[in-house]
């Protein structure tokens, strides 16, 4: 698997709120990309086997879905 991690700094004046791990994995607070937000890894895997872009709150949980 792929995966590109976008650091979070500061572009044209603006904060990144959080970080991608994959096109459809993010890890933060919010993201400007339609998402969902979920805690858990399993509903991780599963927005992202449906082509939806999920937000986790931590890397723990990120870690736990790519695994998955």
């Not at 991608?20 to 993010?26: A, G, K, N, Y």
């Not at 937000?37 to 990120?62: K, M, T, W």
Request: negative net charge.
């Amino acid at each position: 698997m792929l995966g590109i991690v976008v650091d979070g700094h500061a572009t044209r004046g603006r904060q990144a709120a959080a970080r991608m791990v994959t096109e459809r994995l993010f890890v933060g607070d919010a993201t400007a990309f339609p998402h969902v937000a979920v805690s858990d890894p399993s509903e991780a895997v599963q927005l992202i086997e449906g082509a939806v872009r999920a937000l986790v709150p931590d890397a723990e949980v990120a870690v736990a879905a790519l695994v998955a």
